[in-house]
């Protein structure tokens, strides 16, 4: 009987990290999941994973915050022993013109979409590769690929997470561990909720496929690249309807 393998899903609390977990869970993994702020959330995702019959380490924390980070490898290392798939999911978005936006609010999106995808994989690289194994799935937009009005520093800190994919896979190939992006286009998730009817409904028409997409074909396609598939890497996978 193969080993029990281990996911960390960062931002797990709801949305697209939420149905990565719960995918992952019942797959038979032993699941970690992180958010920021909504300890309560994040319990009641714990407890979904939970009746799956599968160990579920949830942990508060800023994983654009180094110490933070490495407390959370630390109780992985102690718990699990090694990690096999990371899941980079943890965003933040920010809507308005860059002229208005302070410095502290581009800090802030900075450290939470960017940062936190650099933390989490410089801690998870080296047990990966004692083990001669790993995927690094990294939660991007199509923003990232063809940028947004009014969404310039979230557009960045996508664009970034595109070009660290691509570079870490080459980096990682030579030790069997492989590097890969979902740019997704609108699911419907809470982040997606600040539309108004008439928005929603100008967006969907944009869409060749008349629909948002759904957090569970996210983490469908984040299964699959968790799963399979030792030669892909270094791509920029889009999930968007056509839309882009």
């Given at each position: 009987?193969?080993?029990?393998?281990?996911?960390?899903?960062?931002?797990?609390?709801?949305?697209?990290?939420?149905?990565?977990?719960?995918?992952?869970?019942?797959?038979?993994?032993?699941?970690?999941?992180?958010?920021?702020?909504?300890?309560?959330?994040?319990?009641?995702?714990?407890?979904?994973?939970?009746?799956?019959?599968?160990?579920?380490?949830?942990?508060?924390?800023?994983?654009?915050?180094?110490?933070?980070?490495?407390?959370?490898?630390?109780?992985?290392?102690?718990?699990?022993?090694?990690?096999?798939?990371?899941?980079?999911?943890?965003?933040?978005?920010?809507?308005?013109?860059?002229?208005?936006?302070?410095?502290?609010?581009?800090?802030?999106?900075?450290?939470?979409?960017?940062?936190?995808?650099?933390?989490?994989?410089?801690?998870?690289?080296?047990?990966?590769?004692?083990?001669?194994?790993?995927?690094?799935?990294?939660?991007?937009?199509?923003?990232?690929?063809v940028g947004a009005s009014c969404e310039v520093?979230?557009?960045?800190?996508?664009?970034?997470?595109?070009?660290?994919?691509?570079?870490?896979?080459?980096?990682?190939?030579?030790?069997?561990?492989?590097?890969?992006?979902?740019?997704?286009?609108?699911?419907?998730?809470?982040?997606?909720?600040?539309?108004?009817?008439?928005?929603?409904?100008?967006?969907?028409?944009?869409?060749?496929?008349?629909?948002?997409g759904s957090a569970e074909e996210v983490a469908d396609l984040v299964y699959h690249l968790g799963?399979?598939?030792?030669?892909?890497?270094?791509?920029?996978?889009?999930?968007?309807?056509?839309?882009?």
């Amino acid at each position: 009987m193969m080993a029990q393998k281990t996911v960390l899903i960062t931002g797990a609390s709801r949305g697209i990290g939420k149905a990565i977990a719960v995918k992952f869970a019942k797959k038979n993994y032993n699941v970690v999941i992180n958010c920021i702020q909504n300890e309560e959330r994040l319990l009641q995702t714990k407890r979904e994973i939970e009746s799956y019959q599968v160990s579920c380490l949830a942990q508060m924390g800023d994983m654009g915050n180094m110490e933070q980070c490495q407390l959370l490898f630390d109780k992985i290392r102690k718990q699990f022993g090694t990690l096999d798939v990371l899941v980079n999911n943890a965003g933040i978005s920010y809507i308005g013109q860059l002229q208005d936006m302070t410095s502290s609010d581009w800090d802030r999106i900075i450290r939470t979409n960017l940062t936190s995808v650099f933390n989490c994989s410089k801690l998870a690289i080296p047990g990966m590769v004692a083990q001669k194994y790993g995927k690094i799935i990294n939660i991007s937009s199509v923003w990232g690929v063809v940028g947004a009005s009014c969404e310039v520093a979230y557009s960045a800190t996508k664009g970034g997470i595109n070009a660290f994919t691509k570079a870490l896979a080459k980096e990682l190939a030579p030790s069997n561990i492989q590097v890969n992006a979902v740019a997704c286009g609108a699911i419907d998730t809470e982040m997606n909720q600040f539309l108004e009817e008439d928005e929603l409904i100008a967006l969907v028409d944009e869409i060749p496929a008349g629909r948002l997409g759904s957090a569970e074909e996210v983490a469908d396609l984040v299964y699959h690249l968790g799963y399979k598939n030792s030669y892909l890497t270094g791509q920029i996978i889009g999930l968007d309807g056509g839309w882009i």
